[in-house]
């Protein structure tokens, strides 16, 4: 059973930073595609950032420059760095595993970013 547990959420204020984590569990983390995605109110989940087992890295074009996705096969964890925040940033953060053609997620994380 894949259970995936993010941290890391919170309140800061525009221009502020913050770090989600996500630790995998009862997988084969190495060989997944991890991925962190976004819903806020009253839209739909986006894609935020993707890294594959090969570690080939995709951003959605609004955070490039300004978050950054790694990965530690060692610990089970993928790592959401998240600088310069703007208020529109504002969502539920989700933590995605694919793997094996299954799709697994968190149950996600908050962020807020005040102006």
């Known amino acids: 059973q894949v259970q995936l547990v993010e941290s890391g959420g919170g309140l800061v204020q525009a221009g502020g930073s913050l770090r989600l984590s996500c630790t995998a569990s009862?997988?084969?983390?190495?060989?997944?595609?991890m991925g962190w995605y976004r819903q806020a109110p009253g839209q739909q989940r986006e894609t935020v950032a993707t890294?594959?087992?090969?570690?080939?890295?995709n951003y959605v074009d609004s955070v490039k420059g300004r978050f950054t996705i790694s990965r530690d096969n060692a610990k089970n964890t993928v790592i959401l760095q998240m600088n310069g925040l703007k208020p529109e940033d504002t969502a539920v953060y989700y933590c995605?595993?694919?793997?094996?053609?299954?799709?697994?997620w968190g149950k996600g994380t908050l962020v807020t970013v005040s102006s």
């Open positions: 995605n595993m694919y793997l094996e053609y299954t799709s697994y």
């Open positions: 009862g997988s084969d983390f190495s060989r997944s595609t």
């Open positions: 890294i594959t087992s090969a570690r080939r890295i």
